[in-house]
């Protein structure tokens, strides 16, 4: 959790700020002396200017992190606060979106001479959604409020609700915990109980800080084993204890010749299963009150017709950002700075401007540049050539005049080079498709029944869990969803089901939109079977939608492999999408290829999910070479852990990380 950001100028001006917790000015003061005032060196700084704030060291201070950029020109310091014991990988693109916001916004308030005030209060709807999307999380953040000092300070205790749910500081449990009359210095938050030998043991889980109902067994328990803890403090009790105990010795267990002990031991060894019911209600309601509410607007959009759609990658990149890019690519280009981080591709062509046309031996080794900078981009070799093949082919006789216009070239020609790789061959529009199985037209044969979608993929690259981002976007186009666990070999799959399930239909339930339903046969089940009796469940219970997960397998095991023919022809799904990871790099290609020919020799895949890419920043050459070597579309792209992280593909979008 952000504690606070500020904008201020090199000579101590704050321009504008927020805070969601008290930070000591002390903090900013100390970032200011030592790293701008007295230039103290950091590890792994970078030169000074206005570089990303991912290339400057990150600055620790008194248990908090201070990360920070510059707009060198302007004057201007961008510093995010934020406790040393949090890992929030999105402070860096944070500090770069608010600097370029920023500086587009006032820009001309910033340059007018002997100015040192900003009229900026219209930027908080700016800097909240920025920080709403980069948190990856639907729900509004804090609303900071005025304090009697003047400073913006995100109150808590002002919406209780708020206060429930916000994670605690953790330098105040200590202090809430220590108690208040001890001298003891200690770092432990509760003192430790004088040890006492006559007391039973009791297993953790009947004994814990979170009780059962109230004035259930459970409830009563706990009560009784805090009074006799609380009666330890005399040590005559301790007494007592030890010479009850010594009086009823444990009798013997007698076991019985087939290995089970006899039935009058009267000795419950299964703690788990007393109150079992009760317990497993109550934490059930527990857990679908604390469902976070997820604002469909952060992920897509609804059109005339009432269909939600989802957003694709370019969406998620704002107007002001976009323009402030294109600027920053156009000095950057200008100064002909090879391999420049906007546009290390285009710096390669440096040496074939000059007003004419361009023929293969000018492009020659500007082509080899390319196919370098994509196979670091995780683009597979042969993926790579084939891009350089198309980009020369639209180059050769193209007439130059300067440098932007083989930019411009470059640019056109590498996206219709994507464009023929990526562009599917089928159509997209799984709404559609879903409409057309469901309700058949009046001219078809075809009757209604639910529509089949099977997700494959190797083990660990988030089947169930883009599963159930792929039900949580059904849901708001208002289907009933079945979802079928035909994973039946890996331990904890249908649990994990049960729990995406339970939350999904706390959503559809609150959103009034949809329904979700889980069919599940336990484990040990043949998964061909699970899913031929979903799919008949699915047609008698009017479901429109049945979404099948299976287990993972690694690709280059045939045993596993092989048993994905026998699951298609018992499930007869309508679409088969693959699960692809955008970490896996060049191995990427096998796996494809492996998964596309394991159904047999009259069914294919019919589409890709790449997950994971919020963690591979602008390698994303995985994906690009997991079309190339199968043919198939990316559907869809995870990028991130809440139901509403999925998106469609932008090739636009895949052609600016790439060109990057």
């Known amino acids: 959790m952000l504690d606070s950001f500020e904008i201020l100028t090199t000579s101590g001006v704050v321009l504008w700020s927020r805070s969601y917790a008290r930070v000591s000015p002390s903090l900013i003061n100390s970032l200011i002396k030592d790293v701008f005032i007295e230039e103290k060196a950091l590890p792994g700084a970078a030169a000074a200017g206005d570089s990303s704030a991912s290339r400057n060291p990150p600055y620790k201070r008194d248990q908090y992190t201070l990360k920070w950029t510059t707009a060198k020109d302007l004057g201007l310091i961008f510093v995010a606060v934020y406790q040393s014991l949090l890992q929030l990988s999105w402070i860096d693109k944070l500090l770069d979106n608010i600097k370029i916001l920023f500086v587009d916004l006032y820009s001309d308030q910033l340059k007018k001479p002997h100015s040192s005030v900003v009229e900026c209060e219209n930027f908080d709807r700016y800097f909240y959604q920025q920080l709403k999307e980069l948190e990856g999380t639907g729900n509004q953040p804090i609303s900071p409020q005025q304090d009697d000092t003047g400073e913006g300070l995100g109150r808590l205790d002002a919406n209780p609700r708020l206060q429930e749910q916000a994670p605690p500081i953790p330098g105040a449990i200590r202090s809430h915990l220590r108690a208040p009359t001890s001298g003891n210095t200690s770092i432990d938050v509760t003192p430790i109980p004088t040890p006492n030998t006559s007391r039973p043991a009791t297993p953790s889980n009947v004994i814990s800080s979170s009780p059962g109902p109230r004035?259930?067994?459970?409830?009563?328990?706990?009560?009784?084993?805090?009074?006799?803890?609380?009666?330890?403090?005399?040590?005559?009790?301790?007494?007592?204890?030890?010479?009850?105990?010594?009086?009823?010795?444990?009798?013997?267990?007698?076991?019985?010749?087939?290995?089970?002990?006899?039935?009058?031991?009267?000795?419950?060894?299964?703690?788990?299963?007393?109150?079992?019911?009760d317990v497993q209600l109550q934490q059930e309601k527990d857990a679908s009150s604390n469902v976070e509410n997820i604002n469909p607007d952060t992920f897509g959009t609804r059109t005339g017709k009432g269909q939600f759609v989802l957003k694709d990658l370019e969406d998620e990149v704002h107007s002001i950002l976009k323009d402030a890019n294109a600027k920053k690519g156009e000095e950057d280009s200008s100064t002909g700075v090879l391999g420049s981080s906007l546009n290390a591709i285009s710096g390669m062509f440096r040496n074939v401007v000059g007003g004419k046309l361009l023929t293969e031996a000018d492009l020659e080794k500007a082509i080899k540049g390319m196919e370098e900078h994509l196979i670091n981009k995780n683009v597979a070799r042969e993926a790579a050539v084939r891009l350089c093949e198309g980009v020369q082919r639209e180059l050769l006789?193209?007439?130059?005049?300067?440098?932007?216009?083989?930019?411009?070239?470059?640019?056109?020609?590498?996206?219709?080079?994507?464009?023929?790789?990526?562009?599917?061959?089928?159509?997209?529009?799984?709404?559609?498709?879903?409409?057309?199985?469901?309700?058949?037209?009046?001219?078809?044969?075809?009757?209604?029944?639910?529509?089949?979608?099977?997700?494959?993929?190797?083990?660990?690259?988030?089947?169930?869990?883009?599963?159930?981002?792929?039900?949580?976007?059904?849901l708001q186009n208002n289907l009933r969803i079945l979802i079928a666990a035909c994973d039946t070999f890996r331990s904890g799959a249908v649990e994990q089901l049960r729990v995406h399930a339970r939350n999904l239909k706390e959503l559809s339930q609150r959103e009034g939109r949809g329904s979700v339903e889980l069919y599940e046969?336990?484990?040990?089940?043949?998964?061909?079977?699970?899913?031929?009796?979903?799919?008949?469940?699915?047609?008698?219970?009017?479901?429109?939608?049945?979404?099948?997960?299976?287990?993972?397998?690694?690709?280059?095991?045939?045993?596993?492999?092989?048993?994905?023919e026998s699951f298609a022809d018992a499930a007869q799904p309508d679409k088969i999408l693959m699960v692809g990871e955008a970490l896996v790099g060049s191995d990427s290609v096998a796996q494809a290829r492996n998964f596309n020919k394991a159904f047999g020799r009259s069914r294919r895949l019919d589409g890709f999910i790449i997950s994971k890419c919020d963690t591979v920043g602008d390698m994303i050459g995985s994906l690009v070479s997991m079309v190339h070597a199968t043919g198939i579309p990316v559907v869809f792209l995870g990028v991130g852990q809440h139901y509403g992280d999925l998106r469609t593909l932008s090739v636009d979008h895949t052609v600016k990380l790439l060109m990057t």
Do not use: C
């Not at 005399?234 to 009850?244: C, F, I, N, P, W």
């Not at 001219?443 to 993929?457: A, D, L, M, N, T």
């Not at 043949?526 to 429109?544: F, K, Q």
């Not at 939608?545 to 299976?550: P, Q």
């Open 521 to 564: 046969k336990g484990y040990g089940k043949d998964a061909a079977h699970v899913a031929r009796d979903a799919r008949s469940y699915a047609a008698s219970a009017g479901v429109d939608v049945v979404l099948m997960d299976t287990a993972g397998r690694r690709h280059n095991d045939q045993r596993l492999m092989s048993s994905l």
């Open 215 to 277: 004035n259930s067994r459970r409830a009563k328990k706990v009560a009784a084993a805090a009074l006799s803890v609380a009666n330890q403090s005399s040590g005559d009790e301790a007494r007592r204890q030890a010479r009850s105990q010594k009086s009823s010795a444990k009798k013997g267990r007698k076991w019985g010749p087939d290995g089970i002990a006899d039935e009058d031991d009267g000795l419950v060894l299964d703690y788990s299963a007393e109150h079992q019911e």
């Open 397 to 474: 006789g193209v007439k130059t005049g300067s440098f932007e216009s083989v930019d411009a070239t470059i640019r056109s020609a590498m996206a219709s080079a994507l464009q023929k790789i990526l562009t599917p061959t089928t159509s997209l529009d799984l709404l559609r498709s879903i409409e057309a199985v469901n309700h058949p037209s009046a001219f078809s044969s075809s009757k209604p029944r639910p529509y089949v979608i099977s997700i494959v993929g190797v083990n660990g690259v988030g089947k169930s869990t883009n599963l159930s981002k792929l039900a949580f976007f059904l």
